[in-house]
């Protein structure tokens, strides 16, 4: 018997166990004896003590006589003294073995009464002495002339004439059957063969079986179909034992044929306690397709039978799960991969954070009938068909099933997540590491953690199918049903937020603490990416997600799903997994990974705003305009110094505005650059802290894995850095304020000062170009020296110099130079005054000594221009309406753009600082808009005085109309529009700040099922995070359309005059006046109605449709649910 043995306690032995028994088969088939001819041993023949045959012995037994002494035999002394008579021929081989007396039908019906007996005497004295004696001596003429393997027994055929034959030989293996089990040895729970005694009783009991098949022609037996059955398992157990040259194979092979034949025909009956103890005794629940086992057929049609009729027991009246299926589940929880090794494995603290309770496993309730579908299911012992049978079997309880299910789905993920972080962190503990191939090698390592989560998934796919062909689907059942398939289908999601983003994030920060770069191929060639840039393009949510691991998606994760991320970095401990001895501790340094972070996602944003600052400072310090303005503002006579020289007075009078002139400098204050950088302040540079300001609050939450004093320097740290750029957008902002508050004020009166002053030196101007229209008549009809004296005289009493304004009969010179001259001759004296350095060498060079430009005083037909004409016609060279303008303090100075940058300034610093939190003295307050808003509308109305100087000079109104277009009337359909329309509208749309809000809570909304939903405080801290930004917006409409509600119930119909506005004068002179609507109550609308109601309109859709109702719901107020934030924001605040 050269068969390898079985040794279950080998693992080594394994794959040959796989080999013999895939070369064995599990079907019975007909062996080719010729094949075997040299294994077949000799024949034994048995020499009794016994006497010759008799013909006439044998004819004289009286059959009726005999059948009378057995019917009345009743004590074990008379039925043995019927065996004794009937055993000189039974057990006489010169009978039996003679066919002259063995075909006789006299000597096969004294077989028959000799069996008979035989089976009498055992049934009233089945242990005795003499009992074995006979039996032995029975089975020795029975096996007269057999070899080992029972073949070519001379007496098979005598003794087969009688079926009471096989009876005996079963009698004798039940009497083997109780040796059996009285010399088995308890060994792990169960009593195995193990002693010498044990094992040649196995043998021989089977020998005994095959005898009864044998004899009863291999008719099928029930009782002994059964018996051969019952140690089958002891059958191999005897088989391992012998050694291996005495080991034949196909014995065993025919074995397992044998048994799988038997069970796979066999009627069995689940009330018989027999075999009920025969499945037990065979452990079908530890049955395993992932195990070798010389029955595969049979064990899984014994599990199959176990599955349906022996998963419960009765103790003490009560249904409960049969004892050895419980024996078996504890069992297989303590080899080294089973679920509550990984169980106990796991973090205790780590799991809190997950809300499971690692001490479940040891409730003595857990180990159930699901948990086994499950654990076996997924562990690939059972299939979906064998695990089914469990669940019809059992009471099919769904939502025990799933209790199970989702605590052991969870901790299987969590201890693929701790492998995958401790396989992923390996990488980096190397000192001998390849930091030019970090991130490559580190990609492709990936690949093969990727084919374990796989094989995860494969599991989890095992058990979903399971759920899909056993689980009714009808009313509350597929709600949870569906829930369970959510959670199966999330898996893949889960997986990317849960592990492959957080090694992610572990090769980011390692590749930028060992400043890895790396290399990609492009359209446009190789491109060397930088550590920097990864961190930036990682934190920002543009990085894909290179370490797939399972999920296929190759979308990268945005800055809110990133949060999260890192949330289950620190749930899942892996900075505590990865680390390196060049560390402080063997954790990664919290402290480090922020400062790179910070240093590198914040760089760009940080950087920008300390140059903004820096080159704010230097310029209101170094600024010598700056400076000068100042002093402007603090003297008492405000003189002013004219900066650019003479020339500069073609753009201003006094301090300019616009691009010109000293005012020019505050205004820069102002400037579109200011806003864009404050904008960007509370928008871009915003948008990287929150998610990193998040993090940090949820790192300040989390208790798993975290060394306290560790933590606590690392805390200390970022909330230094964090407040260090909290003080910089401060300081900005404050430095902005400090001098919008020092320089508001003086600048308005200045540019009113500026306006007026313009008045007085055109209406001078106009008296003097009368003037000069007056003198030139006294030329007329004068020649020769009368002439020439005239005009010397006209030019002495002007006070024209050098010549530049030259008088004749037919024409006036009108010089630029000699204008500025005479312009500044008289401002200089004006008060507040100015003052011009005058070179006069550098006079002559200026383009503006040669500019004369010839005003007619007689026409070609030689008529006198009127003097209304004359005038004009010089004028024109004082709207900036032609390019050779002298003048051009109407084009430049009466633009509305520095006080539009001035405003849209103001409204950027009415939003930061509030977001901010800064106190209300140091805000911007919605009236301060306003007032300035009411300044630009003083900069477009045409006064009394303005209207005459607008008619001097040809002009129609103080600014061009497509500057007051959606400021006093809509641009598209001409309509009036509120005063405070345009400027509310710049309050209200602030899309780039809700941006974050907005996908905050899409983000949080389409989560789909999350394995790991992270609790409430979590959910609280990114609320708390992303839902200001939701209030300030609200707050700062609100507050002001509450300034602007007020500021419209001090006017009404009988009090408009502040609020017309004479924006242009018709050809003939008429005003056209802006004059706002007026609601029911006869109040001016300084905010339309319907730019409320779009703004109203807003709002609503951001929370109706844009967020789904997300910052309601999330208020903690049931109140608030159905209502807009507006109006829940005085509950909230109180």
């Known amino acids: 018997m050269d068969l390898v043995p079985f040794n279950f306690g080998s693992t080594s032995k394994v794959g040959i166990l796989l080999i013999v028994f895939l070369t064995l ?64 021929f039974i057990t006489n081989k010169n009978y039996i073995e003679n066919p002259k007396y063995s075909n006789s039908i006299k000597l096969k019906t004294l077989l028959g009464h000799y069996n008979q007996a035989l089976l009498s005497l055992y049934e009233v004295s089945p242990e005795t002495v003499k009992m074995e004696k006979l039996f032995e001596q029975y089975l020795l003429v029975v096996k007269s002339g057999c070899n080992e393997q029972i073949d070519r027994c001379l007496n098979f055929s005598f003794f087969s004439s009688d079926f009471r034959s096989a009876i005996v030989i079963r009698s004798m293996a039940l009497i083997l059957d109780s040796k059996i089990d009285s010399s088995k040895t308890e060994k792990e729970g169960t009593k195995k063969c193990l002693s010498e005694e044990c094992f040649k009783s196995i043998s021989e009991y089977y020998d005994l079986i095959r005898l ?48 799988e034949n038997i069970i796979s025909n066999y009627s069995a009956n689940p009330n018989d306690p027999k075999f009920r103890e025969f499945i037990v005794n065979f452990k079908p629940w530890t049955y395993s397709k992932l195990e070798a086992d010389p029955f595969p057929f049979g064990t899984q049609k014994m599990f199959s039978y176990a599955a349906s009729n022996f998963l419960y027991e009765n103790k003490n009246g009560n249904k409960a799960l049969s004892s050895d299926f419980i024996q078996a589940l504890k069992i297989s929880q303590v080899a080294g991969d089973s679920f509550f090794s990984n169980v106990r494995a796991l973090n205790p603290t780590m799991l809190g ?46 939502d025990k099933l799933y209790s199970v299910l989702e605590y052991y789905l969870k901790m299987e993920v969590l201890k693929m997540v701790v492998k995958t972080s401790t396989d992923m962190s390996v990488k980096y503990a190397d000192k001998n590491i390849n930091t030019q191939s970090l991130i490559y090698d580190t990609i492709q390592k990936s690949k093969e953690i990727s084919d374990r989560w796989t094989d995860v998934l494969v599991r989890f796919d095992r058990i979903a199918l399971f759920l899909g062909r056993n689980i009714k689907k009808q009313g509350e059942i597929q709600k949870k049903y569906d829930e369970k398939m959510r959670m199966f289908d999330s898996l893949r999601r889960n997986i990317k937020y849960i592990s492959a983003y957080p090694n992610k994030m572990m ?56 949060i999260y991320a890192f949330y289950f970095t620190l749930a899942t401990n892996i900075f505590e997994i990865y680390g390196s001895e060049e560390m402080s501790t063997a954790a990664v340094d919290y402290k480090k990974f922020f400062s790179l972070v910070m240093k590198q996602y914040l760089y760009e944003e940080k950087t920008r705003v300390e140059t903004e600052l820096r080159e704010f400072r230097k310029f209101i310090s170094g600024s010598s305009e700056y400076g000068s303005f100042l002093r402007i503002c603090a003297s008492k006579d405000r003189r002013v110094p004219i900066v650019g020289g003479i020339s500069s007075l073609q753009y201003y009078a006094y301090v300019g505005g616009g691009k010109f002139g000293i005012s020019a400098f505050a205004q820069k204050i102002y400037s579109s650059d200011i806003e864009i950088g404050l904008r960007r302040i509370r928008t871009d540079f915003e948008s990287k802290i929150r998610p990193i300001r998040t993090m940090v609050d949820i790192l300040k939450n989390n208790n798993s894995g975290v060394e306290q004093q560790s933590k606590r320097e690392a805390l200390s740290y970022i909330d230094s850095e964090l407040n260090q750029i909290e003080e910089l957008k401060r300081s900005y902002y404050r430095e902005v304020v400090d001098q919008h508050r020092l320089v508001s004020k003086c600048l308005r009166e200045l540019t009113d000062f500026e306006r007026e002053r313009e008045r007085v030196i055109i209406g001078e101007e106009i008296e003097f170009l009368k003037a000069v229209y007056n003198s030139m008549l006294l030329l007329k009809g004068l020649q020769g020296d009368a002439l020439n004296k005239k005009i010397a005289e006209i030019h002495r009493s002007f006070n024209f110099q050098k010549n530049l304004d030259v008088v004749s009969p037919t024409e006036f010179k009108y010089s630029q130079l000699g204008l500025y001259l005479r312009l500044y001759d008289k401002m200089s004296k004006m008060k507040p005054g100015i003052d011009i350095e005058i070179n006069e060498e550098f006079l002559t060079r200026l383009d503006s000594y040669k500019e004369k430009k010839a005003i007619k005083f007689v026409e070609d037909d030689g008529t006198y221009v009127k003097p209304e004409v004359f005038v004009a016609n010089a004028m024109k060279l004082w709207n900036g309406v032609d390019k050779s303008a002298y003048i051009n303090w109407t084009e430049v100075n009466h633009s509305l753009s520095p006080q539009e940058e001035k405003i849209t300034t103001l409204i950027e610093l009415y939003k930061l600082g509030r977001d901010l939190g800064l106190p209300p003295e140091q805000l911007i307050q919605p009236q301060e808009i306003i007032e300035e808003v009411f300044q630009l509308h003083k900069l477009i109305n045409i006064t009394a005085e303005d209207a005459i100087m607008l008619k001097q000079l040809s002009l129609s109104s103080k600014v061009q109309r497509k500057e007051i277009n959606d400021k006093l009337f809509n641009s598209n359909t001409g309509y009036t529009v509120g005063l405070l329309d345009w400027f509310f509208l710049r309050i209200a749309n602030d899309q780039e700040a809700l941006l974050d809000a907005q996908q905050f809570s899409k983000t949080v909304s389409s989560w789909g099922y999350f394995l790991f939903a992270p609790n409430p405080k979590i959910d609280q801290i990114m609320r708390d995070n992303y839902r200001p930004i939701v209030l300030r917006y609200e707050a700062g409409i609100n507050s002001f359309k509450a300034a602007v509600s007020e500021l419209e119930t001090k006017y009404s119909s009988q009090n408009l005059e502040n609020l017309k506005i004479i924006y242009a004068l018709r050809s003939d002179g008429s005003p056209e006046i802006y004059q706002p609507d007026l ?26 449709k844009e967020t789904g109702e997300y910052y309601l719901k999330k208020l903690g107020d049931p109140e608030c649910k159905d209502k807009t934030i507006l109006s829940c924001q005085e509950k909230l605040k109180k």
């Open 353 to 398: 954070s997950f809300s499971l309770d690692p001490k479940k496993i040891e409730e003595p309730t857990f180990l159930n009938e699901y948990f086994f579908i499950i654990d076996r299911l997924y562990r690939g012992h059972l299939n979906v068909e064998e695990v089914s049978q469990i669940w019809m079997g059992s009471e099919r309880s769904e």
């Open 1079 to 1104: 609601n029911v109550q006869g109040h001016p609308f300084l905010i339309s109605d319907n730019k409320r109601k779009n703004v109203e309109s807003a709002i609503f859709n951001f929370h109706w």
């Open 212 to 259: 009864c098949h044998i004899l009863k022609n291999r008719n099928k037996d029930d009782e002994v179909d059964f018996m051969y059955m019952k140690r089958a398992r002891d059958y191999v157990d005897y088989f391992n034992s012998l050694p291996m040259n005495s080991r034949d194979g196909e014995a065993i092979r025919r074995h397992v044929a044998k048994f």
């Open 507 to 562: 090769m980011v920060y390692y590749s930028a603490l060992h400043e890895s770069s790396f290399e990609i191929n492009t359209y446009f060639g190789q491109i060397k990416v930088d550590p920097n840039t990864v961190i930036k393009l990682f934190f920002g949510g543009e990085l894909p997600p290179w370490l797939r691991f399972v999920n296929t998606d190759p979308t990268a994760l945005n800055k809110i799903e990133l």
């Open 25 to 88: 088969g599990c079907t019975v088939r007909q062996i080719d004896k010729a094949r075997h001819e040299k294994e077949v041993t000799p024949p034994v023949f048995v020499e009794l003590e016994v006497t010759p045959a008799s013909g006439s012995k044998l004819e004289a037994v009286n059959l009726e006589k005999i059948e009378k002494k057995i019917a009345a035999a009743k004590t074990p002394i008379e039925l043995l003294s019927v065996v004794k008579e009937l055993g000189e």
